[in-house]
């Protein structure tokens, strides 16, 4: 049974991004109704989550005001096409001009009109492009050896980081209340330990175990510092093998040059080939098949820093991976779609992944948080989030200590931004007006975080 003036979102498309968002948002008791032409995406959905269905087109005017347009306060269009997404955003305001409006556009080729579609007709409110999301996440993994998550908040200032404790590392069988004395040192807050894919908030007397994957919170300033507690070390990336040559590997390649890291992309298509090397100035270009063993060696992939696998196929992606790292590669990125897979990777060895669809369902939580949410991170199989938001003077969470909040069970605030200082707090830390705060949230906590979120640090 949803509560009465539960927010109402409407989903055109029921593939791995439109599911996982209504599986996400029907479990905090939100009004789901989720919209596919395909029989089988729709059964799907109404067997496994508590949300309505329509077995139709999205741009279909009449469908959409079946779903209840009019009433909707999201209507999200994160279908496979671009083209349809745009229509049913169209169509939409259309009918109803009110209803904030969200849709995924990958295409390269409508980068340069997102503003257009912002400012004018169909007038929609967030453009998610996972694509650039997924290059902006490798661009972070590769500057943090070891890490699986790398999130920043506050413009950059405050890093999230996510590793995994080696069975070398100093802190290992250590109590974290005792970590500080005995290495004659602060530690860095740790917000999280996944063991045994249970997510754990952790309190002094437990203890870090080898194979633990630590979520800490560091000032961008200091986070070597931090790194170096977990015995982690930066090194300098100099060589990149990019495997697969689509928009995504277009984009990082891009990126590459302007930082003038050395970069090779293998690529099947000769057609596609024959663009990217027109496209690019100084990556090299071959065209062959990434998972060729005498290829990877013939470009000495033993000397390769980062292997960067983004074919659309994931198994080949695993494979490549794989392979790439039993040949010398000292690092690789795996790009993977099915959520599924996700809690398989460390057990293979293969620690750092991305995800188009994760950044797409990341790209919109924090969009359609009620309260003044400036970002909003899902982790580790979207057993938490990392929230950033805006504390204004109407709340009563303003001007007393933290310890004396009312925060549910499994939420933490982390960090306090005030103008140009950040504050990572203590239980007697006051939060004042306009402060910029990081949450840290279970997934059973989210709903109460943003009922304080929605009716204590905004304005109606």
Avoid: W
Avoid at 234 to 243: A, D, H, K, T
Avoid at 447 to 457: D, G, N, Q, S
Wanted: include cysteine; hydrophobic fraction near 45%; aromatic fraction near 4%.
């Amino acid at each position: 049974m949803k509560e009465k003036n539960s927010l109402k979102v409407i989903i055109v498309g029921a593939g791995e991004v439109g599911f996982n968002i209504a599986s996400h948002l029907a479990l905090e008791n939100k009004d789901v109704l989720v919209i596919d032409e395909n029989p089988h995406a729709i059964r799907r959905v109404s067997e496994s989550i508590d949300a309505q269905v329509i077995n139709g087109s999205g741009s279909n005017p009449s469908v959409l005001e079946a779903a209840g347009i009019k009433e909707a306060e999201i209507l999200l269009a994160v279908t496979n096409s671009d083209e349809i997404n745009l229509v049913a955003c169209l169509i939409a305001n259309i009918i109803s001009p009110a209803t904030k409006k969200m849709a995924r556009i990958r295409d390269a080729k409508y980068d340069e009109y997102h503003d257009t579609f912002r400012e004018h007709a169909p007038h929609i409110d967030t453009i998610i492009n996972p694509e650039i999301e997924v290059v902006k996440t490798i661009e972070r993994l590769m500057s943090i050896p070891g890490a699986v998550e790398v999130d920043d908040f506050a413009d950059g200032r405050v890093k999230f980081i996510g590793i995994y404790l080696d069975e070398s590392a100093k802190l290992a069988g250590m109590k974290l209340s005792e970590i500080s004395s005995k290495i004659g040192k602060p530690i860095p807050l740790i917000a999280a330990v996944i063991r045994d894919e249970e997510l754990i908030i952790p309190s002094g007397t437990d203890k870090l175990i080898p194979g633990d994957l630590i979520y800490f919170i560091s000032e961008e300033s200091t986070f070597l510092d931090a790194l170096a507690v977990f015995d982690k070390l930066v090194e300098p990336i100099s060589r990149i093998l990019i495997v697969a040559g689509g928009q995504i590997g277009f984009r990082l390649a891009t990126l590459l040059e302007e930082d003038s890291v050395y970069t090779k992309i293998i690529e099947k298509d000769p057609t596609r080939c024959t663009r990217l090397a027109d496209q690019l100035n100084k990556t090299v270009v071959l065209c062959g098949d990434g998972s060729d063993k005498g290829l990877l060696t013939e470009e000495n992939i033993k000397d390769m820093d980062v292997v960067i696998t983004l074919t659309n196929d994931e198994e080949t992606n695993i494979l490549v991976s794989l392979l790439a790292k039993q040949m010398g590669a000292k690092k690789t990125i795996t790009r993977i779609s099915k959520f599924s897979y996700f809690p398989l990777m460390s057990t293979i060895g293969l620690e750092q992944v991305v995800s188009p669809r994760l950044s797409a369902v990341n790209s919109i939580l924090q969009h359609i948080r009620r309260g003044k949410v400036l970002q909003a991170k899902a982790i580790k199989n979207e057993q938490a989030e990392v929230m950033e938001a805006v504390a204004l003077e109407t709340s009563d969470i303003v001007g007393k200590p933290i310890r004396k909040i009312s925060l549910p069970k499994g939420a933490l605030v982390t960090s306090i931004i005030r103008k140009d200082d950040v504050i990572i707090p203590s239980g007697n830390s006051i939060i004042k007006p306009d402060d910029r705060i990081i949450i840290f949230a279970k997934k059973q906590a989210i709903p109460k975080i943003e009922k304080i979120l929605a009716v204590k640090l905004e304005y109606f």
